[in-house]
């Protein structure tokens, strides 16, 4: 499917706007729309009629990852226990990547599913914090935070951001395996399975790992992904403060105009220190 309409409830246009700042786009806003999101395999356009258009390569995967739109192939649903790993801020221009794992039973995945667990895209900043200490109660967990730094001398050493995924995601994974046993693992689809194995340690080499889109709807994936965005959103509050500057999340222009700003202030070297350097906005600025 190269080209995908319906109509969607304008109400929910800054839900829609975080999921393709998540998906690392650029933005406009042509006449009669809200936005338009672009990057290479997509274009996703919503009309301030509430009528939404995606086109490009990647229509099917973005469909079934975000719109209910489920793809038959690479879907299967696990059973309990499983640890179920998933990231945040791979899409923010500012701020850190961080990644999350959680092991749940079957008894503690329905009571976080009761509670509200979700992926964590579909939730406001205040409802991922208030629900992050229940889901630390009835999981092990573990969550690895990359600060902007850090993340740039590793980005240039793995040259490759799904083989940096892969050695967060693997890590995370080990770090739960020291803590409690474990033969799956779930997390959303991003690279060949052997690039997370061939990342893993002793511990983590006899572990089954399911890849597949849309993997938030499994709640042990749910889980990581609020715990992984809780901590994203804690970071970002630090830096802010740290520099007192306002460092928006996504990628769009007002994270550009504030990457500007922040220069001026304090200089080329020290928006390393913010910010993914591979990012396009960061070579424009």
Request: charged letters at 25%; proline letters at 2%; a positive charge.
């Amino acid at each position: 499917m190269n080209t995908y309409s319906s109509k969607y409830n304008t109400k929910e246009i800054n839900i829609f706007k975080k999921i393709f700042e998540g998906e690392n786009c650029e933005f406009s806003a042509p006449q009669y729309m809200y936005f338009q999101a672009r990057k290479r395999g997509l274009t996703a356009s919503f009309y301030t009629s509430g009528k939404m258009v995606l086109q490009g390569s990647l229509v099917d995967e973005i469909l079934s990852k975000y719109f209910e739109v489920p793809l038959t192939k690479n879907k299967q649903s696990l059973e309990y226990p499983h640890i179920g790993v998933d990231e945040s801020g791979k899409g923010d221009f500012f701020g850190p990547l961080v990644i999350a794992g959680a092991y749940l039973t079957e008894e503690n995945a329905k009571i976080l599913k009761e509670s509200g667990a979700a992926d964590s895209k579909k939730m406001s900043d205040k409802q991922i914090l208030a629900i992050e200490p229940k889901i630390k109660e009835y999981s092990i967990y573990d969550v690895i935070t990359i600060m902007p730094a850090k993340y740039n001398t590793l980005y240039t050493s793995f040259k490759n951001l799904n083989r940096l995924l892969a050695w967060g995601h693997s890590s995370v994974i080990e770090n739960i395996l020291n803590k409690q046993e474990c033969s799956l693992a779930l997390c959303d689809q991003f690279a060949d399975e052997k690039v997370i194995l061939n990342a893993l340690k002793e511990k983590g080499k006899q572990i089954k790992i399911v890849q597949q889109t849309k993997a938030e709807e499994d709640t042990a994936v749910a889980c990581a992904s609020i715990l992984a965005r809780a901590e994203f959103i804690r970071r970002m509050d630090y830096l802010g403060q740290k520099y007192g500057a306002m460092l928006p999340k996504g990628s769009s222009s007002l994270v550009k105009e504030s990457a500007r700003k922040f220069v001026q202030k304090y200089s080329k070297e020290e928006l390393k220190n913010v910010s993914k350097t591979h990012f396009k906005t960061y070579s424009e600025i």
